[in-house]
C-alpha cells in the first residue's frame, strides 16, 4: 500500500491519467498531490474532475492547495481589486476555456463544486517521516509552518533549511520546475539533504521541463512521465 507525492499538473489531465496509470494507483494506496490543479495547460477542469472521481470511488486523494488555487479563491473576494489580472496573466484563461467560459469571465462562474473542492485544499500533510507543502517553508520565520504565504509561494530557500527544526524529516514539495535530472539528484542525495523537488514543469513542455513526476514516498522511486497533452 505504497503512497505517492504528485505536484503542479496545471491542467494536464491526459498526463496525470497516464502517469496513475504508470503508477497503478489502486484504493489502498495513497496519493498526495501538492497543489497547482489548474492554470497554463489545455484541462484543468479535467484535471479536478479526474481528483473528484477518484475520491468518489474510494481512492485515498489527498489534496493541498497550489499559489494557483490561492490565486483563483482570490479572485472571488470583491475586495481583492487588481487580482483576476494577476491570475489571468499567470494561466487563468486557460482554466476559464476548460470551463467553457469566455477568457474575461468571472472566475465566479465556475460551477461550485470545482470552487468547493479548492476552498477544502490544505496547506501542508505530515506522512511518516515526510512533510509535503507546495511551494516549501521559510525557515527564518517563528514557525515555517504558520507563514502561509511562504508555503504557496517561496523559491530559493534550501540555504535556510533549519535541519534542527527539520528533525529528521524529509520536504517534499513542488512549485519550481527543474529538469528530471535534478530531482534524480535530490533523491541521491536525501538522506543528508532531506529535501526533494517534484515539479519538473510537466506543463511548460520545454528546456527539459516537460515532466509531471511521481515519488512513491514508500519505496522512494521516481515515476517520470512526459507530457502527454494533445497540442491543438
Ligand atoms: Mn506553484
Known sequence: MPQFAISDIHG??????????????????????????IDRGPDSKGVIDKILALQKDGYRVQCLMGNHEEMLLECLDPAAFGMTDLWLKNGGKATLKSFSLPEDANPAHIPKIYLDFMHRLHLYFEAGPYLMVHAGLNFKAPEPLQDLNSMLWIRGFYQDIDYDWLNGRILVHGHTPQITEATERQLQNLPEKQVINIDTGCVFNKHGR???????????????????????
Not at 13 to 36: C, H, K, M, R, Y
Not at 217 to 232: A, R, Y
Open 210 to 232: 516537460d515532466t509531471l513526476t511521481a515519488f512513491n514516498l514508500t519505496d522512494q522511486k521516481l515515476t517520470f512521465v512526459k507530457n502527454q497533452e494533445n497540442q491543438s
Open 12 to 37: 494536464c489531465a491526459q498526463t496525470f491519467d497516464v502517469l496513475l496509470n504508470e503508477i497503478q494507483l489502486s484504493p489502498s494506496d495513497e496519493l498526495f498531490l501538492l497543489g497547482d490543479y
